[in-house]
């Protein structure tokens, strides 16, 4: 049984293909620049080969067809006939209230996505162009809908609440619904099965440390609280994105700046975050080494992004009374142990103790707390694609 995993970005699909017997992936691989000059795909398979093909890709439907032609391919591919693939599953950012589990494909499923589309004007619509290319490509062939949402369904009213009139929920449906859902829900459940945690009666806090970044409360199996709300922009300082800010200021800077929706818009999910503060770059890499260049800049960016995830963990220890985990992922939360040991300090009120060289020479996955602390602290590295997968299994296999 094999599966597709398709995530439609604004100029990019990543892809995967999964052997669910196995439990491996098959290919991977990322098509890039989608309708822009210099498109390429990055491509690679299970048995080593790794290649990059530039081609002319102007739509979403020519890149899945090009993807296929790869799968398909007597070296670059893995499987013979395109028969073989038995689902597509795909990565959808909002499901707002609609969807509270991942979902299986239809017409009128698409009809209501499209109508959450206004929740999610930056994402959904490109996820639904994905789904409508992949059913003229590989037509009869079921597709699955998983969401960023689905995992933080169970956060309770007066969290997921904006304390705005009331009548502006019930309207638009403006409330918290979170992100990263598929990437919290991972590296939650690889704890329990991986570092004996029990689920029953667990306190979580998972952190997702990417160019994107969110932090969610895990209690006993559940989210009950995240970072990210209505959009991707609140909460956490990200590389681009502002995170939390008085909503006042964003009123005054749009009229003192003369900026108009599209203008703020761009200022608040592009050039803010470590990008903004540095004015260097919005890659962690990057403030890392202008920290050590003396780039005083660079450094009130960098503390500015670890103040707020500590506050961020304090805050989630309070509404679960305690944390038993904290879990690091993405990009920065697995490959940045200054960072780790940064957010990990002075948390002797929570008995928590980092084991600096565990942390230094970490690769992968692993525990980085001392054998004393009371709080386990580890990295887990994400497999957002892996959770598609077995949903769209689950999934299909009720058909
Ligand atoms: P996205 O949210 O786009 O999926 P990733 O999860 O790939 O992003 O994370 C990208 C971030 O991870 C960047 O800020 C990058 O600098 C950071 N990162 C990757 N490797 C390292 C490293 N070795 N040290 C510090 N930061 C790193």
Known sequence: MKILVLNCGSSSIKYQLFDMVEKNWLVKGNVQKIGLLGTYISHENCKNIKIRLDREIPDYQKGIEEILKLLVDPELGVIKDLSEIKAVGHRVVHGGEVFKDHTLITDEMIDALEHLSNLAPLHNPQNIRGILSAQQVLPGIPQVAVFDTAFHQTIPSYSYMYPLPYSIYMKDKVRRYGFHGTSHYFVSRRAYAEYGIEKKNSKVITCHLGNGAS????????????????????????????????????????????????????????????????????????????????????????????????????????????????????????????????????????????????????KGQGMISAPDSKVKVMVIPTNEELVIAEATYRLVGKI
């Open 215 to 362: 932090i969610t409360a895990v209690h006993n199996g559940n989210s009950v609280d995240t970072s990210m709300g209505m959009t991707p922009v609140e909460g956490l300082m990200m590389g681009t994105r502002v995170g939390d800010i008085d909503a006042g200021a964003l009123l005054h800077i749009m009229t003192t700046e003369n900026l108009n929706v599209t203008e703020i818009n761009n200022l608040i999910n592009k050039q803010s975050g470590l990008l903004g503060i540095s004015g260097i770059s919005f890659d962690m890499r990057d403030i890392r080494t202008a920290i050590s260049n003396g780039g005083d800049r660079a450094k009130l960016a960098y503390d500015m992004f670890v103040y707020r995830i500590r506050k961020y963990i304090g805050s989630y220890s309070a509404v679960m009374n305690g944390v038993d985990a904290i879990i690091f992922t993405g990009g920065i939360g697995e490959n940045s142990a200054d960072v780790r040991k940064d957010i990990c300090r002075d948390f002797d009120y929570l008995g928590l103790k980092i084991d600096n060289d565990l942390n230094v020479s970490l």
